[in-house]
C-alpha cells in the first residue's frame, strides 16, 4: 500500500535510503485542528527542543534545513564528552609533536632564534647535505620496522574515515607522525601538519572506543579531531573546522559544524600552552584591492587550476608508487641526499615551504626566482614522497601557490603596474590550496586564518579559488587528499567502503 506522501517523489529517481526519512517527513501534511488550521510542527525534529510550543506561525523550526535531525551521528552527552576530550588529547599531541620538531630544527642546523630557513642560510653547506643525509638513513630504517611490525594497521586518517568507519591504530599513528616531524624538522620537504592531523584522529578513535560511540559518531569524532590537529599547530580554528566538514565529512551542515567547531577551537586554545597565539604568517601587509588584481585573478586562476590538477596527479602517481621493502630501507637516504644537493643554492626547499610562502606574502624575491622555487618544490616534494615518507602536503602546496602567484603577479606588473608581489601572492595560494583540496571555503580561511589580513582581497582570492577548483574539478576530480589514497585489495567491492552501524 502507498502511503501519500509517497506519491509525491518522482519516478524514476533513485533517493540515497538516509535521505528518505528527512524527504518523508518534509512532504508529510501537516496536522489540523477542527477549523483546519495548522497545528505544530510539518516536521519531527530528533531531539525535540526543550522550547514544546511554536510560535504563532505553526510553522515549525525545521523548516530550515540544516536544524531537523543530528543526522547519522546522534550528538548526544556522551559524544560530547567524547568531543571535548579528542580537542583537549589534539591541543596536547600538537603542542608535543612542534616541541620535537622545532628542537630537531635547532640541533640538526645549529640555531636556536628565527626561522628554519634562516637556520639553514647561516649552516655550511655540507651541514644542510649531512642533515639530510642523517634523515633519509633514521627515517628510512625507522619506517620500514614501524610499518613491518605493524603490517594491517590503520594508520592513514582518510582511508580510515571514508572507508574503515574511522578506526586508527594508535601505535602506528604515533610511530609515524613521530618519525614524520623528525625528518621534516631536519630539512625533508614534507608537511608537518599531517602528523598532528593524524594524532588527532587517532585520539578521537581511541576515545570513540571508550565511549562505546556508533560507528557514525566514531567516523564524525575522527574528523573533528583530524581538523582540530590542523587547527592547532596553525592557530587557525575556523578553517580547521571547515576543514573537518568540507573535506572529512562532505557536509557543511549543522550536525557536523558543531562538533568540528567545538574540537578545533578547544585544541587549539590547549596547543597555546606552547604554541604563539598569533598569526603564522605575522606582519603581512594589509594588502588593498586594484584593478590589476581583479583582472589578474580572473586571467590566472584557470592556469592555476589546470597545474593545481597536474600536481594532484603528480602527488598521486609517487604515492601509487612510493617504495617499499628492502627499497624502502634505502630509498629516503637517497631522495633526502638529492634535496640537500639541490639546498645548497635554494635553502627555501628545506622544510614544509612555510618560509618560503612567507617571503612570497611579503614580496621578497624576484620572478626568476619565484618562477624557479615553483617548479623546484612540488619536484622535491614528490621525490620525498616516493622514496617512502610519510608526511603532509599541505604547506608544500599552499608555498607552491604562493610563489607562482607572486612570480606570475610580478610578470603581470610589467603590464599593469601598481599592485604589490605579495598580494598576487596571496592570491595565488587560496587558488592553488582551494583547488588542489578540492574544498574552496576552506582554502580561502586558511589564507585569512594564516596571515590575520587579506580581507581586502577577498573579491580576487574568491574568485580565483572558485574558477581553479572549478577548473580542478571538471578537468579531473581529484584532491591532495583523494589521490594518495592507497590500492584497494584484491577483490574488493565499492559495497565494503560502507560500514554497518555496531
Same mark, same amino acid.
Given at each position: 500500500m502507498t502511503r501519500p506522501h509517497d506519491e509525491a517523489q518522482p519516478t524514476g529517481a533513485r533517493m540515497p535510503a538516509r535521505l528518505l526519512p528527512g524527504l518523508r517527513t518534509l512532504l508529510r501534511p501537516a496536522a489540523k485542528d477542527g477549523a483546519g488550521r495548522p497545528t505544530g510542527s510539518e516536521r519531527l525534529r530528533s531531539p525535540q527542543p526543550l522550547l514544546k510550543r511554536r510560535l504563532p506561525s505553526g510553522r515549525g523550526a525545521t523548516e530550515q534545513p540544516n536544524i531537523t535531525s543530528d543526522g547519522e551521528a546522534a550528538l548526544t552527552p556522551r559524544f560530547w564528552l567524547a568531543v571535548i576530550l579528542t580537542g583537549i588529547a589534539t591541543g596536547l599531541f600538537g603542542a608535543v609533536l612542534m616541541?620535537?620538531?622545532?628542537?630537531?630544527?635547532?640541533?640538526?642546523?645549529?640555531?636556536?632564534?628565527?626561522?628554519?630557513?634562516?637556520?639553514?642560510?647561516? !649552516?655550511?653547506?655540507?651541514?644542510?647535505?649531512?642533515? #639530510? /643525509?642523517? $634523515?633519509?638513513?633514521? @627515517?628510512? *630504517?625507522?619506517?620500514?620496522?614501524?610499518?613491518?611490525?605493524?603490517?594491517?594497521?590503520?594508520?592513514?586518517?582518510?582511508?580510515?574515515?571514508?572507508?574503515?568507519?574511522?578506526?586508527?591504530?594508535?601505535?602506528?599513528?604515533?610511530?609515524?607522525?613521530?618519525?614524520?616531524?623528525?625528518?621534516?624538522?631536519?630539512?625533508?620537504?614534507?608537511?608537518?601538519?599531517?602528523?598532528?592531523?593524524?594524532?588527532?584522529?587517532?585520539?578521537?578513535?581511541?576515545?570513540?572506543?571508550? !565511549?562505546?560511540?556508533?560507528?557514525?559518531?566514531?567516523? #564524525? /569524532?575522527? $574528523?573533528?579531531?583530524? @581538523?582540530? *590537529?590542523?587547527?592547532?599547530?596553525?592557530?587557525?580554528?575556523?578553517?580547521?573546522?571547515?576543514?573537518?566538514?568540507?573535506?572529512?565529512?562532505?557536509?557543511?551542515?549543522?550536525?557536523?559544524?558543531?562538533?568540528?567547531?567545538?574540537?578545533?577551537?578547544?585544541?587549539t586554545a590547549t596547543a597555546w600552552i606552547y604554541l604563539p597565539d598569533h598569526a603564522t604568517y605575522p606582519a603581512i601587509p594589509d594588502y588593498r584591492l586594484s584593478g590589476s588584481l581583479m583582472a589578474f585573478s580572473l586571467l590566472v586562476s584557470p592556469l592555476i587550476g589546470l597545474i593545481s590538477a597536474g600536481y594532484i596527479r603528480l602527488l598521486g602517481w609517487v604515492s601509487h608508487h612510493r617504495m617499499s621493502g628492502l627499497k624502502a630501507l634505502f630509498a629516503p637516504l637517497f631522495a633526502f641526499a638529492v634535496l640537500g644537493v639541490i639546498g645548497i643554492w635554494y635553502p627555501q626547499l628545506f622544510g614544509n615551504g612555510k618560509d618560503m610562502a612567507r617571503d612570497a606574502f611579503t614580496g621578497m624575491g624576484g620572478i626568476g626566482l619565484s618562477l624557479t622555487l615553483f617548479a623546484l618544490k612540488p619536484a622535491v616534494t614528490a621525490l620525498c614522497l616516493e622514496s617512502g615518507a610519510s608526511g603532509g602536503v599541505f604547506t608544500p602546496t599552499l608555498s607552491t601557490g604562493a610563489v607562482l602567484g607572486g612570480g606570475l603577479g610580478m610578470t603581470w606588473s610589467l603590464i599593469w603596474p601598481g599592485s604589490p608581489a605579495g598580494a598576487y601572492a596571496m592570491i595565488g595560494a587560496a587558488a592553488?590550496?582551494?583547488?588542489?583540496?578540492?574544498?574552496?571555503?576552506?582554502?580561502?580561511?586558511?589564507?585569512?586564518?594564516?596571515?590575520?589580513?587579506?580581507?581586502?582581497?577577498?573579491?580576487?582570492?574568491?574568485?580565483?579559488t572558485a574558477i581553479a577548483t572549478a577548473v580542478a574539478f571538471y578537468l579531473d576530480g581529484y584532491s591532495i587528499y583523494s589521490a594518495r589514497l592507497p590500492s584497494r585489495p584484491p577483490g574488493w567491492r565499492s559495497d565494503q567502503a560502507v560500514t554497518k552501524p555496531e
Open positions: 616541541l620535537l620538531l622545532f628542537n630537531v630544527q635547532y640541533l640538526a642546523f645549529g640555531y636556536h632564534t628565527g626561522s628554519l630557513q634562516q637556520g639553514v642560510e647561516q !649552516a655550511s653547506a655540507l651541514r644542510r647535505v649531512c642533515s #639530510l /643525509l642523517i $634523515a633519509g638513513a633514521f @627515517g628510512g *630504517g625507522a619506517w620500514f620496522l614501524l610499518r613491518r611490525y605493524t603490517k594491517g594497521e590503520h594508520a592513514e586518517i582518510d582511508e580510515a574515515i571514508w572507508s574503515h568507519g574511522g578506526k586508527l591504530s594508535f601505535r602506528r599513528s604515533l610511530g609515524t607522525s613521530v618519525i614524520s616531524e623528525v625528518v621534516i624538522g631536519m630539512g625533508a620537504s614534507i608537511g608537518r601538519e599531517a602528523a598532528p592531523k593524524l594524532l588527532g584522529g587517532a585520539s578521537a578513535s581511541v576515545l570513540a572506543g571508550w !565511549a562505546g560511540l556508533s560507528t557514525p559518531q566514531r567516523r #564524525l /569524532l575522527v $574528523a573533528c579531531g583530524g @581538523g582540530a *590537529g590542523l587547527a592547532a599547530v596553525y592557530n587557525v580554528p575556523f578553517a580547521g573546522a571547515l576543514f573537518t566538514a568540507e573535506i572529512l565529512c562532505g557536509s557543511i551542515s549543522l550536525p557536523v559544524i558543531l562538533p568540528a567547531l567545538a574540537c578545533s577551537c578547544i585544541a592553488m590550496i582551494g583547488a588542489a583540496m578540492q574544498a574552496p571555503l576552506a582554502g580561502l580561511a586558511l589564507v585569512l586564518e594564516l596571515t590575520h589580513t587579506g580581507f581586502s582581497l577577498m573579491i580576487p582570492m574568491a574568485a580565483a
